[in-house]
């Protein structure tokens, strides 16, 4: 399983856009990428997930450069209620059980 | 339906004591996950369960004892529990590779 590293914590202010980053230099073929945000005493959402390039919904965006050995998860306009652990997961997921979680990056958005 | 629902939200329970947490989801997904997490960690791998098959037991002591009943319910038969088990379990399922996983809202277990 490729293992990940993330900061361990951010500090952001209300409306800015928010960036983090996450490596995994030994991603396989048949690996995807996906972003979970938990809440204290709630399980993890799920956020964002991609393989390659720019993948882009309603709550973040998702890039993906080309040797896909690191990827970066995209905040826009964040508010007080975007504070939270962000976990980066990569694998192939469902019944692989690939489901394994890094330390996650802790993101504290100030007023 | 998109939840995934666990029973009971709280438990407390002695060290001599046998209970069970319960998952239900009726996604139609064919993997279910048990997690442990830790406060201020992340969710530990337990158990995967494919198609009702236990597919990935990640070393759990045996005082931990999955169940899939169906393809909507798992269990965890809990057995003997030592204080440092003491923690939030999380239950997931998700449709199959590469598709998100729905996250219960967990059990908080405390062991006394």
């Known amino acids: 399983l490729a293992k990940t590293t993330q900061p361990i914590s951010m500090d952001s202010y209300e409306g800015q856009e928010v960036n983090i980053t996450c490596s995994h230099n030994?991603?396989?073929?048949?690996?995807?990428i996906t972003w979970y945000q938990q809440f204290p005493s709630q399980g993890p959402r799920f956020i964002i997930q991609?393989?390659?390039t720019k993948v882009t919904n309603e709550v973040a965006s998702l890039f993906i450069p080309a040797d896909r050995k690191s990827s970066t998860l995209s905040l826009p306009r964040v508010s007080l209620s975007d504070t939270a652990v962000y976990y980066c997961?990569?694998?192939?997921?469902?019944?692989?059980?690939?489901?394994?979680f890094g330390k996650g990056t802790k993101l504290s958005v100030k007023p | 339906d998109t939840e995934v629902t666990q029973t009971p939200k709280h438990l407390v329970m002695g060290m001599t004591n046998k209970k069970s947490l319960k998952c239900e989801q009726h996604?139609?997904?064919?993997?279910m996950y048990w997690y442990k997490q830790k406060a201020k960690k992340p969710p530990e791998l337990m158990f995967v369960?494919?198609?009702?098959?236990?597919?990935i037991n990640e070393s759990v002591p045996s005082r931990f004892s999955p169940e899939c009943p169906n393809s909507s319910l798992l269990n965890l038969h809990l057995h003997a529990l030592q204080p440092e088990d003491s923690a939030l379990y999380l239950c997931?399922?998700?449709?199959?590779?590469?598709?998100?996983?729905?996250f219960g809202q967990g059990t908080r277990l405390t062991v006394v």
């Open positions: 369960y494919s198609y009702e098959k236990l597919s």
């Open positions: 991609g393989y390659k």
């Open positions: 997961l990569v694998g192939e997921g469902g019944s692989q059980g690939n489901l394994i």
């Open positions: 996604m139609g997904h064919r993997a």
């Open positions: 030994n991603i396989a073929t048949n690996d995807y």
């Open positions: 997931a399922s998700s449709h199959g590779r590469r598709s998100e996983a729905f």
